[in-house]
């Protein structure tokens, strides 16, 4: 069964940091890109990042570039998300998903449905 766990959320300061992690498991998650997507209360589910499957290539909300940072460890199955210079805008729940596409598909997509497998989602509350 495909299972994507994610943790790392939490409660922190303005211009605080924190690293998330997406555990995946039940797929060879190395051979697909990865996305993050937000989605605060009231508002529909944003992206933020995404990696393709070798980690070569990345592309960024534009909200998110230059404090966040997309990475993967395909041999523990694992994608980080590294949030520096937190905002209380970046108050949401964060989903990890994977790329519903082809193994080894070169494309870095950006709408949700272009993936299949989402997590739970972690809460991440910034406060001013």
């Known amino acids: 069964q495909v299972q994507l766990v994610e943790s790392g959320g939490g409660l922190v300061q303005a211009g605080g940091s924190l690293r998330l992690s997406c555990a995946a498991s039940?797929?060879?998650?190395?051979?697909?890109?990865m996305g993050w997507f937000r989605q605060a209360p009231g508002k529909e589910r944003e992206f933020v990042v995404v990696?393709?499957?070798?980690?070569?290539?990345?592309y960024y909300a534009d909200s998110v570039k230059g404090r966040f940072t997309i990475s993967r460890d395909n041999a523990k199955n694992t994608v980080y998300l590294q949030m520096n210079s937190l905002k209380p805008e970046d108050t949401a729940v964060y989903y990890c998903?994977?790329?519903?596409?082809?193994?080894?598909?070169?494309?870095?997509?950006?709408?949700?449905?272009?993936?299949?497998?989402w997590g739970q989602g972690t809460q991440v509350t910034v406060s001013s």
């Open positions: 990696i393709s499957w070798s980690g070569g290539s990345t």
């Open positions: 039940g797929r060879t998650f190395s051979n697909y890109a």
């Open positions: 998903a994977a790329d519903r596409n082809s193994p080894y598909d070169s494309g870095l997509y950006i709408s949700p449905n272009e993936y299949d497998y």
